[in-house]
């Protein structure tokens, strides 16, 4: 069930990241499609301008070489006449077309093949209407005549053989003599302003067949994948004849930044969405270990009692037999039997509390000025004969120049016995236990070093944890609860101090502490 609740999470989280990764990649996507049209817009509009720059200086100068001329090379008048008679009404229309084309031959400052000429178009319309009247009363018919006329310049026609002398012209000549960079540059930026793209941008112009020209920023080297082509001259077919080529660098910084709030608060949540996952990860391992390891102290709780118990119902049973109680010397042995048992359930007991309390803060720690060389030797006594049973012996090398520091003697003295009966009980054969201690300007340490079993890396992370033990098999192999290391930690955090391990499998171990002399 566990493994399956954590598969589920995990596909939904890849699922979710999934997602907002696809979001990502659609805006970034969406916003470079914006950023290319943005960028054909700009170009569409300053190829226009160029173009139309162009055109109204070609204009400007053609006006001026007609008005200075004042008559054309070559004049043609041409006249047209349709007349219609309506038999029933008597009416004539007439409609009489007179059109003036004058030729203007363009000098060599304009064009390098004389053979386009400039053509002025004018022309004059005549309509008239006659009907004719005939009565009884007169003889003679009268006829009533009604004329209109129009004169018209045909400036579309003009336009499109003004066209024609344009594109040839400017055809003839070098691309570079059609317009310059700083002007391509400037109008080229303004268009891109205009649209909020204010980038740094390179150019080169290049014609139909890909052949370089002089127009270009710098040194331009045109690149198809990351460039932006657009058409800057036509010809008289209507074909491109140039290509302006356009490239940032600096584009993917300007299309980040678009969707820059918007990425960042996608990120951000996605990393909130991981944060949460991996706690709740975290928390759900932890709490299968936690149970693991609370049913583990229960049965290890249970089995450490039920010997105890066992003792204390064979000591009564033994003490309700009459030949025993007619006995002193064999009740008071049971007594005091009944008695070491119970004291070792006590123990036990007042570990697993000792721990709670400290947990809840319900453990009001009062400091005062200890010695801690008489604290540490305090502790020796307690756990001497334990280790005397074992034949084992404990050394002190009490070098602190400084043992004096505010703290609680009580619980400083049962950290180091719980680190010496620790010391003892991890020992094979006979105990050797060193005990170090050292000062420096800030800092009381103290070591205590043992020659037992030694405890590998992965152990050495998890020995100050709550009801950890290292398991070898069995798990009652090991005695204990995995609470005296816990203890140990939790009252030198409070003294403000540290503590840690150093040790090897095989070799032993070394725990040393480190307590604020101030």
Known sequence: MFILIVLLMSISLIGIIAVQLYWINNAVESKKAQFKNDVQKSLGAATEKVNERERAEFEKKLKSFVDVKGFADKAELKSFLIEQIDTVTKEKITLGSTFLEENFKLPADFLDNDSIILKRITGKKDFSISTRYKS?????PTIDVKKYSFIKRYTDLEKSYMEDAFTSSKSLKPIHDRISNNVLNRTIKEELIKRNINLDFKY???SADGLATKLKSGYYTINTKESFPYPLF?????????????????????????????????????????MAFSSSLFQLIRQKKISEIKTDFINNMTHEFKTPIATINLALDSIKNPKILGDDAKVLRYVEMIREENKRMHSQVENVLRISRLEKNQIDLK?????LHDTIEDAIRHVRLLSEDRDGKIETHLEALESELPGNQFHLTSIVVNMLENAIKYSEGAPKIEVYTESTPKFFIFKIKDSGIGMNKAVQKQVFNKFYREQKGNIHDVK?????????????DKHHGTVFVESEKGIGSTFTVKLPLI
């Open 234 to 274: 036509r010809d008289t077919e209507g074909n491109a004849s140039y290509y302006l080529n356009i490239s940032f660098p600096r584009e993917n910084e300007h299309i980040l930044s678009g969707i820059s709030s918007i990425l960042l608060l996608s990120l951000f949540f996605i990393f909130i969405i991981i």
């Open 480 to 492: 204990g609860h995995g609470l005296g290391l816990a203890y140990v930690k939790e009252i030198v």
């Open 136 to 140: 009884a009363e007169n003889l003679f």
């Open 367 to 371: 400091t005062e000025t200890i010695d």
């Open 204 to 206: 080169g112009v290049y």
